[in-house]
């Protein structure tokens, strides 16, 4: 009896414990300060105890990191007793709630409404304090908050976009309107004052781009006009013809829905940078919509990333590059001469599909096939990769990358597993100096097997990166590889005993002609 006492007083303590210790971490909680530091943990009770939740999933050392989490300090204080919290997530220490929202991206910002966990509303990534509460303010409100007096709008220094319309209840309103709330850091603006359409010589149902009074550009609202297009418009003439590339437009260059970009790099200290740089500007006017020109100082120390991704060094500069963000493909100008008409002809050839891409490798180094892991470069990425007689195992690397260097040790430690197999390779490959002719889909870095096959086929790897398990996959498609092997066998010999038989069906009629 007395033991069971002793055992009854001991749970008694252990629960005052954990209910006191609970209570202390209700205390302790950030839920206090004007911007919540949220964990899986305490992610639910944000959600429910405020109706509205902007939350910014942050990666550490981000880009963008740093200046949206000034951002969301300057507007928490500006909202503090509002029905709106603020917080943020650092999405690599809290993966598992990351993957449970579905949040991909280094700057992802979403707000939760009314605790709906999973049904959140996507907010642009901000310039500044400003861009949060003018979104958040745009978003609540309706298409009359922007009907407003130009006099201000139009003298100021950044581009004001002014909608004229002849009907302000007409559906070209809330297009209008529902483009403002996906560009917070625009100014916009209604007007039904006919004396704005006199001024510029315009008709209604116009959207009009206003910088200190000067017209940049006009567009005609049709029933064709999507809010897509309305917004694929401003950002492109939001931006200079010929954009330079710093620290401040680097965002705004990648943000653009315009995904052709043409990039020349030029050293701006020398002395033909001024007409390098008319020449550029001048052949973008006429590839606004189509094509983004983009300058890049290869004299700024802090451009050499690009530089390295691009594989441009300063002396080689002044050059042109034509890049498409989705396949990343690049295009080389060939010509030394960079004047308006070579560059706008290679522009158009681009467009057309003439253009060739430019194909780089680095030399072979010595004693490449000599070490455990294959040294390879883009000239005999192909002709190793696709040996039909041979399994191969390639790590595409970018040598700048943290997560790259991860896995060298592991990939010496597979070379090492598989040493004894002949019939496996295992290699690398450093993609930001060679160009990879081929789709690797889910960037860099990546795992992909070459099997023992003719046809040119090539698995990602996407499993645990461990010895075992790649070696698990790889044993896994070495078998799947031995069952297409025969069959490619028994088609090559028929086809090789249907072209004897030809060849010999010709050389008879010979024999008979002769």
Not at 103 to 119: C, E, P, Q, R
Request: charged share 25%; glycine share 4%.
């Amino acid at each position: 009896m007395k033991t069971l006492l002793l055992l009854l007083g001991a749970t008694a303590f252990c629960l005052c414990v954990f209910v006191a210790a609970d209570q202390q971490a209700d205390k302790s909680s950030p839920e206090e300060e004007e911007v919540l530091q949220l964990k899986k943990g305490n992610f639910n009770r944000a959600l429910r105890k405020y109706k509205q939740l902007l939350v910014h999933f942050y990666a550490p050392l981000s880009g963008d990191g740093h200046r949206i989490t000034v951002a969301f300090e300057g507007a928490a204080a500006e909202l503090q007793g509002s029905e709106v919290k603020l917080a943020v997530v650092d999405v690599a220490k809290e993966k598992d709630l990351a993957k449970e929202l579905n949040v991909t991206g280094l700057a992802a910002i979403k707000l939760y409404l009314s605790g709906d966990k999973y049904n959140p509303e996507t907010c642009p990534v901000p310039q500044s304090s400003a861009s949060i509460l003018t979104w958040l303010k745009r978003r609540a409100g309706s298409a009359a908050d922007l009907i407003a007096d130009l006099s201000q709008s139009e003298a100021s220094e950044e581009l004001t976009v002014v909608g004229f319309f002849q009907e302000l209840n007409h559906e070209y309103i809330q297009m209008f309107y529902n483009a403002a709330v996906d560009l917070p850091d625009v100014n916009f603006a209604v007007t039904q004052n006919n004396e704005v359409i006199t001024k510029y010589g315009l008709t209604h149902d116009v959207v009009l781009l206003l910088k200190k009074s000067k017209l940049i550009q006009a567009y005609k609202m049709t029933p064709q006009t999507s809010k897509e297009m309305l917004i694929v418009f401003i950002t492109v003439y939001q931006m200079d013809p010929a954009t330079e590339y710093t620290g401040q437009t680097a965002t705004q260059i990648l943000a653009s829905p315009v995904l052709n970009h043409a990039l020349l790099f030029v050293n701006k200290s020398s002395a033909a940078f001024k007409e390098i740089h008319s020449a550029f500007n001048g052949a973008a006017e006429a590839f606004r919509l189509k094509i983004l020109f983009v300058w890049v100082n290869v004299d700024e120390p802090r451009n050499g990333r690009l530089m390295e991704y691009f594989r441009v060094r300063d002396f080689e500069a002044p050059l042109v590059r034509l890049v498409n963000l989705t396949d990343h493909v690049t295009y080389h100008l060939p010509s030394d001469t960079l004047d308006v008409q070579t560059i706008t002809t290679f522009c158009r050839t681009y467009l057309e599909g003439e253009a060739k891409p430019k194909m780089q490798s680095e030399p072979m180094p010595e004693g490449w096939d000599k070490t455990p892991v294959k040294e390879l470069v883009g000239m005999t990425l192909e002709k190793v990769g696709f040996n039909p007689n041979k399994t191969v195992f390639v790590l595409f690397y970018l040598p700048y990358s943290t997560k790259s260097h991860a896995l060298f040790p592991l990939w010496e430690e597979l070379a090492e597993a598989l040493k004894a197999r002949e019939d496996v390779v295992v290699a690398r490959i450093d993609a930001s100096a060679n160009d990879i002719n081929m789709s690797i889909q889910g960037g860099y870095p990546a795992l992909c097997l070459f099997p023992a096959l003719y046809a040119e086929r090539v698995v990602v790897y996407t499993g645990t990166r461990k010895v075992k398990d790649l070696v698990k996959f790889l044993d896994k498609e070495m078998a799947k590889a031995k069952k297409d092997r025969v069959k490619e066998d028994e088609d090559r010999r028929k086809y090789i005993e249907a072209a004897k038989a030809e060849d010999a069906k010709k050389a008879n009629k010979t024999k008979d002609e002769l």
